[in-house]
């Protein structure tokens, strides 16, 4: 896949408390966060949508201003390993890591700045006074739509699994349609079902917790969904968002009814299909997590791209 560029134009400043305070994120800041990083690549990490959905137990999710880049706080109780602080932006990056640094070592803590995207280490000065590890747990999966539609471009076992699909179940079995989630009864629809907990569907308890967020504020978030139904009965779903590169959708959840076999198969092929229909050009799948079953299951749909993060810390650390 061609490199994709992105414009790393100047932000609005001052939306935020400036660092080291902190500003709580809340629905009503989405306008002002999402200006803020518009002209960076559509990672899921930094967006609003995740951060409001993953990062946000106790309402925890805080952001600030350092030299106008964001630093974003990633916290989780119980999982103080994947938990800290990240720096976004392209202003002054090695002065603002020092900064941070500082600021952890003035608290007895270990200097280290986490989840950085690739991006943003490429505006580094001096390498030579960081070390950076790459969170491979945490890259995010590109894939060129075309990996998934039209069927005569897919590989050749792709393709019979959805032929194999659509010699059980004919077209005019299959519907594929959106939900209006401000409808209590089309959230229980998505959330209240009896799907076995297996393939994508095997998730912890955190997912749900999201699930049900998104689900339940989908307009506030910004969230499109897409459903597959078979002779009317619903047996798969995903949740979606266009960030402001409308080449790219973020996959933000996806559930899948195991009944009828190759289900999954037909659904990523027909989903693919409407988003090909709408312009979009790539699809993030957001990160495994460092699940073997979700990292080979990514790995098997042949990503084109990533997008990357790094741990970074001081030499001598």
């Not at 709408?278 to 079953?293: A, E, I, M, Q, R």
Request: aromatic letters at 14%; proline letters at 5%.
């Amino acid at each position: 896949m061609a490199t994709i560029k992105h414009s790393l134009d100047d932000k609005p400043a001052g939306a935020f408390k400036t660092f080291p305070e902190f500003s709580k994120l809340t629905f009503a800041d989405k306008e002002t966060y999402e200006a803020l990083i518009a002209q960076y690549p559509p990672i899921a990490s930094i967006s609003f949508t995740d951060l409001i959905t993953w990062w946000n137990p106790l309402n925890s999710c805080a952001v600030s201003e350092l030299n106008g880049n964001l630093v974003i706080s990633y916290w989780l109780p119980g999982a103080e390993q994947q938990s800290g602080l990240s720096l976004l932006g392209t202003h002054n990056i090695d002065e603002s890591l020092c900064v941070l640094f500082d600021y952890f070592s003035q608290r007895n803590e270990k200097p280290r700045v986490i989840r950085v995207p690739e991006f943003v280490l490429s505006q580094v000065q001096y390498p030579e006074l960081f070390v950076s590890k790459e969170e491979r747990e945490f890259g995010e999966y590109v894939y060129d739509i075309s990996k998934f539609y039209p069927l005569n471009h897919l590989i050749s076992y792709r393709r019979h699994r959805v032929r194999k699909f659509l010699s059980q179940i004919s077209e005019d079995r299959i519907t594929i349609k959106s939900l209006d989630l401000s409808s209590y009864n089309n959230q229980r629809l998505l959330l209240e079902n009896d799907w076995p907990r297996t393939g994508i569907n095997k998730i912890a308890r955190v997912e749900d917790e999201a699930i049900e967020t998104s689900i339940e504020h989908a307009s506030l978030l910004g969230l499109e969904n897409l459903c597959l139904y078979v002779d009317g009965v619903l047996r798969g779903y995903c949740l979606y968002y266009h960030p402001a590169d409308k080449r790219y959708i973020i996959f933000k959840h996806a559930k899948v009814d195991y009944e009828i076999p190759r289900t999954l198969d037909y659904m990523i092929y027909a989903f693919a299909a409407r988003y090909a229909d709408k312009g979009v050009t790539y699809v993030n799948l957001d990160s495994d997590l460092g699940l073997p079953f979700l990292r080979m299951f990514k790995l098997a749909l042949g990503p084109s791209n990533f997008f990357r993060k790094y741990t970074v810390e001081p030499v001598g650390r």
